[in-house]
Nanobody, 115 residues
Framework: VQLVESGGGLVQPGGSLRLSCAPS????????MAWYRQAPGTQRELVAD???????NYADSVKGRFTISRDNAKNTVYLQMNSLKPEDTAVYYC??????????WGQGTQVTVSS
C-alpha cells in the first residue's frame, strides 16, 4: 500500500500551503502518521507526527507555523503550513506506521518557497 501526497507547489514567503496524504489502498491499525522533509544535500528530517489518539509532536523549526491533523476514519493526514519561509523548501514525505510496525512512505511532494 502506498501513501499518496498532494498539495505541494510554489508559494511566496509568508504564504500558506496545505498538504494531504492518504493510502492508495486498505491500511489498517495505523498508530502514527507523520510528515518528513528533505532538502537537497540534507538528511530527511521529521517535521511533525500525530498518533491515533491525537497527540502531536513538531520540529522546533516549524512550531507555531505548521499544524498536523488527521482523519482516522479516512486514514488521512494533513499538514497546514503557514508563514512559510525559504528554508521550508524541500520534498515533503508522508509516513505511516501500523500497530504491527509496518512502515509506509509516500513518493514525496515538492514544496518551494520563493519570491
Amino acid at each position: 500500500v502506498q501513501l499518496v501526497e498532494s498539495g505541494g507547489g510554489l508559494v511566496q514567503p509568508g504564504g500558506s500551503l496545505r498538504l494531504s496524504c492518504a493510502p492508495s489502498g486498505s491500511l489498517f491499525s495505523i498508530v502514527v502518521m507523520a510528515w518528513y522533509r528533505q532538502a537537497p544535500g540534507t538528511q530527511r528530517e521529521l517535521v511533525a507526527d500525530i498518533t491515533s489518539g491525537g497527540s502531536t509532536n513538531y520540529a522546533d523549526s516549524v512550531k507555531g507555523r505548521f499544524t498536523i491533523s488527521r482523519d482516522n476514519a479516512k486514514n488521512t493526514v494533513y499538514l497546514q503550513m503557514n508563514s512559510l519561509k525559504p528554508e521550508d523548501t524541500a520534498v515533503y514525505y508522508c509516513y505511516a506506521r501500523t500497530i504491527m510496525s509496518l512502515e509506509n512512505w509516500g513518493q514525496g511532494t515538492q514544496v518551494t518557497v520563493s519570491s
